[in-house]
């Protein structure tokens, strides 16, 4: 059964910067698994931030990228505001099923 | 505008069943794929089903711990999608989201673009 691995948690300054990271449980993330990455925060429905890897959502900001980082898919966060204090989660495609990570809980303080 | 609204969530009994419904509006319903996607009280996202779109094929994809008892389908005529969930365990309990699925060729995307706001099951006595 495949597993995919978030930090549970993660915190971060003001205007800091932060890279959370997705992981398989066994060998490595490529761009052939079309990593994508969520933000949810209490309540609301999730909203798309990354697709392809890489490629920004429609409204986006900037400060938000994706790649792939050593064996890993990762979101990347420059210059974090306090309304990026959310839930994160990547969905990899393995074949016939999609599979989420576990999410990571972002703190900006 | 993309809008995805779901309905029918209810308190049910285990093993019981129930349908919920997902109606959508701004797009060209039948040229989608669409997906439902769980979250359990307190918990992460779970991929539950996913339903090609009918020109290609209509084909169906679940999610292990839901084979055999749910089952996802359309109505194009009511851009309406739907979830049959069937002998109904106290761990199906969950708010279940709509979820438009891109499955693009050029560029090659695989992902939700669309998110609906949920609706919740319980599964309880």
């Known amino acids: 059964q495949t597993v995919v691995t978030q930090e549970p948690s993660f915190s971060v300054s003001p205007g800091g910067t932060v890279t959370l990271t997705c992981a398989l449980s066994?060998?490595?993330?490529?761009?052939?698994?079309?990593p994508s990455w969520y933000q949810q925060t209490p309540g609301q429905a999730p909203r798309t931030l990354i697709y392809?890897?890489?490629t920004r959502s429609s409204g986006v900001p900037n400060r938000f990228s994706g790649s792939i980082l050593g064996n890993k898919a990762a979101l990347t966060i420059t210059g974090a505001q306090a309304d990026d204090e959310s839930d994160y989660y990547c969905?990899?495609?393995?074949?016939?099923?999609?599979?989420f990570g576990g999410g990571t809980k972002l703190t900006v303080l | 505008e993309v809008q995805l609204l779901e309905s029918g969530g209810a308190v049910v009994q285990p093993g019981g069943s129930l349908r919920v419904s997902c109606v959508a509006s701004g797009f060209t319903f039948s040229n989608h794929a669409m997906s439902w996607v769980r979250q359990a009280p307190g918990k992460g996202l779970e991929w539950v089903s996913t339903l090609s779109a009918s020109s290609s094929g209509g084909d169906t994809f679940y999610a292990d711990s839901v084979k055999g008892r749910f089952t996802i389908s359309r109505d194009n005529s009511k851009n309406t999608l739907y979830l049959q969930m069937n002998s109904l365990r106290a761990e199906d309990t969950a708010v279940y989201y709509c979820?438009?699925?891109?499955?693009?060729?050029?560029?090659?995307?695989?992902?939700?673009?669309?998110w609906g706001q949920g609706t919740l099951v319980t599964v309880s006595s």
């Open positions: 392809s890897t890489n």
């Open positions: 066994s060998g490595s993330v490529s761009t052939s698994h079309y």
């Open positions: 979820a438009r699925f891109v499955v693009g060729i050029i560029p090659p995307a695989i992902y939700f673009d669309h």
């Open positions: 969905v990899l495609y393995m074949g016939s099923a999609l599979v």
